[in-house]
């Protein structure tokens, strides 16, 4: 059983908010078909998936050879993931038939031992496990298991979670202490994660432990990955990887003893999210204490404003505390979606909703930009600077995309996203002991096991343009609602009187003792931020939010050569005109400015500074290139 933190089931949660909305039922009516066009390749002029030929081959239903990554298995398994959620909450009944094709070829791939890699079994079918530094098989492996339990829970059916227990059990069997056991770990954490929620769902102690053993026996000495690197030898998968940093891993020392976050951005954030997890399980105050520290070694020297994680292009990871580039940054939308997964997990450890301030920040900023409002283009990477004369192939810029892709050759973000907007719900609303805990300022309904009896909740919350918040109960309950970091001395109502709740951990805790309505005005107001000296790239510049949101400057408003244009000292800033065409009714940010000249005609002469007066436009970091092409750019020069 789940200790503490319960999120609400996904068919227990109906999100109305205009913008949150938007993206949910796209996920259901428009993504879930395409990818699913993707990964049968069927969509012309796109990277060639072939996810599920793979599989046919695997179960000797189709001749060819294996093609794509060696994870490329797990592109079915997240949208599996993502299927199941819609399905759950109501949207995606029509997908059933579908998500059984899928399954069913999927457990006849499997092999007679409960294996289930096509990779290996088309390519290396003598090698299983023999690296596990490179391979990704229990990367692999996890992303199935939790589309197993996701698509369980939706439906009850059994099929692909008794294919997913075969496989975790063999894994239990191979891994460990034992004497006839591999005393290995994954080289891309994420079966640790997957075992959690399997575990909670079958009670079985063995997936905890393997859970366990993974997270504790990584980094020990003697270092499995240098002594499996010394039997492979020059047959490695990764040429990049040939020079290998066992940071690059998070296997320099074991999770326990680290305090700073290293290496791969999305590997070590699966791991600290699986560490939280297992702290939480395990009453373990040990992993707990280092799950706090990497924490604030994230979030506090490593994160860029919009929630982003990942400074370096080279290897997608975390460099030197505040190296945060602009315009090179990587900012892997996996990163993100990690990122909001290991603050969903401090906070159900700490019991402290300070954590969903950048589980926020994640998802209004990065993850939301990691789609388009379509639903059919993905960024893989997300900078706050782009120019997109530089993002050319073959060169130091080359991540870079400066308009979305219709698909990738390395996939893992498209179907992420995806399996994360359609479990939203999880991130808004939890139950804690009789308690219902609000998490997110999203517009919905939900359904609430209170300890009288079934209560329905409606929120209506209008951060962008009032500010407000308002919550009402048709009985009684006790609610903890978030107060978060960018309120301005919040003010809280309950049934038109005003009312001053007690703060505890950064909830307000308000007693209802039958059906009553609570108003929060949060005084929201678009608000200038800087960024600590230590970000040398953002002296002397600010950036501009609007309660959770980061706003972004684009040349479709402000015309190119962003960074030439300087904030008037103390600009005020008014609410335009809502984005047109695009969803949420998120309004523009105007305000006066400057364009700087150097007055200079050759490459370089003697300068002639002026200020030209001009109107700057910002408009949310989330939805930029949603419109034309061009140049963006979120932290803007201050004239002083």
């Not at 009944?93 to 579908?98: D, E, I, N, T, Y």
């Not at 939480?280 to 919009?306: G, H, N, P, Y």
Request: charged fraction near 20%; glycine fraction near 8%; hydrophobic fraction near 40%.
């Amino acid at each position: 059983m789940q200790k503490g933190y319960r999120p609400l089931g996904h068919n227990r949660v109906e999100i109305t908010d205009p913008l949150f909305r938007h993206y949910v039922d796209m996920i259901a009516e428009k993504v879930l078909p395409y990818q699913w066009d993707i990964l049968n390749d069927r969509i012309q002029g796109t990277e060639r998936s072939h996810c599920l030929a793979n599989f046919r081959i695997a179960a000797g239903e189709m001749d060819g050879e294996f093609y794509g990554a060696v994870f490329q298995d797990s592109d079915v398994y997240k949208w599996l993931e993502a299927v199941s959620y819609s399905i759950e909450s109501g949207k995606g009944s029509a997908f059933v038939p579908l998500a059984e094709q899928a399954i069913d070829l999927i457990t006849r791939a499997q092999q007679p031992d409960g294996y289930l890699n096509t990779y290996y079994t088309l390519v290396k079918p003598r090698e299983r496990w023999s690296n596990l530094r490179e391979g990704h098989e229990l990367y692999c492996a996890g992303y199935l298991i939790e589309a197993a339990v996701a698509y369980f829970n939706a439906t009850g059916s059994k099929k692909l979670l008794n294919a997913a227990i075969r496989f975790a059990d063999l894994i239990a069997a191979t891994f460990g202490p034992g004497e006839n056991q591999l005393h290995g770990y994954p080289g891309h954490q994420e079966i640790e994660l997957a075992l959690i929620r399997l575990y909670r769902v079958t009670q079985d102690p063995r997936y905890l432990e393997t859970a366990r053993y993974f997270i504790h026996q990584r980094g020990r000495e003697p270092n499995y990955f240098i002594q499996e690197m010394k039997q492979i030898q020059n047959t490695g998968i990764f040429p990049e990887l040939d020079d290998f940093d066992l940071k690059y891993a998070q296997a320099h020392i074991p999770p326990v003893e680290q305090r700073s976050i290293e290496g791969h951005a999305v590997r070590a954030i699966y791991m600290c999210a699986a560490m939280a997890d297992l702290a939480r399980e395990c009453d373990d105050a040990k992993l707990a204490e280092a799950s706090q520290a990497l924490w604030k070694s994230v979030t506090e020297k490593k994160m860029f404003i919009t929630g982003g994680i990942g400074s370096s292009g080279f290897l997608e990871r975390f460099t030197t505390d505040y190296d945060l580039p602009n315009g090179s940054a990587y900012c892997e939308t996996c990163a993100s979606v990690g990122l909001m997964m290991f603050g969903q997990r401090m906070a159900a450890l700490n019991k402290d909703a300070s954590f969903y301030d950048t589980v926020e920040k994640a998802l209004c900023n990065t993850v939301l930009a990691g789609i388009s409002a379509d639903g059919l283009r993905y960024f893989y990477v997300n900078p706050l600077e782009v120019w997109p004369d530089i993002c050319l192939p073959h060169t130091s810029m080359a991540h870079v995309k400066p308009v979305r892709q219709q698909w990738f050759s390395v996939a893992c973000c498209p179907t992420n996203v995806a399996r994360t907007l359609a479990s939203l719900g999880q991130y808004i609303y939890a139950e804690d002991e009789g308690a219902l805990c609000i998490h997110q300022f999203i517009s919905s309904r939900a359904e609430h096991q209170g300890r009288q009896g079934p209560v329905r909740i409606s929120m209506e919350a209008d951060i962008v343009r009032r500010g407000t918040v308002r919550i009402s109960s048709d009985g009684p309950v006790n609610l903890c609602i978030r107060v978060p970091s960018w309120a301005d001395h919040p003010v809280f109502q309950v049934d038109g009187s005003a009312f001053e709740p007690e703060i505890r951990n950064s909830y307000a805790c308000i007693d209802l003792v039958a059906a009553g309505e609570i108003l929060i005005d949060l005084h929201v107001s678009p608000r200038w931020v800087a960024a600590s000296d230590s970000v040398r790239e953002n002296a002397g510049k600010t950036a501009l939010m609007l309660g959770p949101f980061v706003y972004c400057l684009e040349e479709a408003d402000n015309g190119d050569n962003l960074p030439a244009l300087i904030l008037a000292l103390d600009a005020g800033v008014r609410r335009g005109e809502s984005l047109d065409c695009l969803p949420g009714d998120m309004p523009k940010l105007e305000y006066p400015g400057f364009r700087f000249s150097s007055g200079v005609g050759s490459l370089y002469g003697s300068p002639n500074f002026t200020l030209g007066e001009t109107s700057i436009t910002a408009v949310p970091y989330c939805l930029w290139c949603n419109r034309a092409p061009g140049e963006m750019l979120v932290w803007q020069k201050q004239r002083l």
